[in-house]
């Protein structure tokens, strides 16, 4: 059985910073690209920042520079270091792994972990 089990969100000020978690299981999780996502209220899905099995990352503009994705793969878990947060960062933060495969993609999901920016 597949598990992605995000944690680390939570409440916190304007400029301030959190770590968020996502640790795997039931994957083999080198082969996996690894990604966070966000849903703000009343928002489609985006793409936060991604980071591929031999460690290429990627980030969205309206993050570029305040966060790094990375990963440990002896724990089987990704992180994401956001700094400098901002209101506009407030959201549902997913974690995504997929894998592209010749005949279908595989993508999994994490229940996701609320970040709540404000003074």
């Known amino acids: 059985q597949v598990q992605l089990v995000e944690s680390g969100g939570g409440l916190v000020q304007p400029g301030g910073s959190l770590r968020l978690s996502c640790v795997t299981s039931?994957?083999?999780?080198?082969?996996?690209?690894m990604a966070w996502y966000r849903q703000a209220p009343g928002k489609q899905r985006e793409l936060v920042a991604g980071?591929?099995?031999?460690?290429?990352?990627s980030y969205a503009d309206s993050v570029m520079g305040r966060v790094t994705i990375s990963r440990d793969n002896a724990r089987n878990t990704v992180y994401l270091q956001m700094n400098g947060l901002k209101p506009e960062d407030t959201a549902v933060y997913y974690c995504n792994a997929h894998l592209s495969g010749a005949n279908r993609n595989l993508d999994y999901w994490g229940q996701g972990t609320r970040i709540t920016v404000s003074s």
């Open positions: 039931g994957i083999i999780f080198n082969f996996f690209t």
């Open positions: 980071i591929t099995s031999s460690g290429s990352t």
